[in-house]
């Protein structure tokens, strides 16, 4: 059967609730597989749910190190390795780049910029969460706010949220449908 042209989706959030963070995972992942790969920097909240076999060897294999990305000639490469075909089973790959300090920020730069749609869960987000500032700041200056979703709740800093996004994000985290839960441009 047909299908619609495959698209990417971006997965940010912050690296607070592990189990919240799986269940938004399970939830978006699943559904959305069938529409195009997930890309995510890799981190312990959601490995149970991403790890596979080549993971596994290289973790018992002592070369889990080579899965880091270190430097931005390496990043280019990763990120054209990435895999967006479909699987015999009709679903997309999971990707997730592993980052050390020093190349996370441009491996976030080069996933939003290869993204259809980014979904960002920021529960609990705060003036304590940089990271996120960063990812933030990024996604006002380079998406179409019509391809984000932000997941907030009560414990999400809206005002520091909208300081980072921009004047369009302020403009977004003030609308009505920020009440909701999900925050999207329409």
Known sequence: PS???RR?????????????????????AARWRWLGAVTM???PDVAARTVDPSDFLEFVTGRL??????SGDELGGRLKQLDGEPD??????VSELCCQADT???????????ADAVLMELRDFSTKRGGCAFELQQLGQRLDPRRLVLAVDDSTDREFLATNLGAEGARIVAGPSAALGLIAHR
């Not at 190190?65 to 270190?70: I, L, M, N, T």
């Not at 996370?104 to 290869?114: E, N, P």
């Open 3 to 5: 299908r619609p042209p």
């Open 8 to 28: 990417t989706l971006l997965l940010l959030r912050v690296f607070a609730d592990v189990s919240r963070t799986e269940r938004l995972f399970d939830r978006v």
């Open 41 to 43: 920097i890799a981190a």
């Open 65 to 70: 190190h080579a899965r880091f990305v270190k």
């Open 88 to 93: 015999p089973d009709g679903r997309y790959r």
């Open 104 to 114: 996370w920020r441009a491996a976030v730069v080069g996933l939003i910029d290869r």
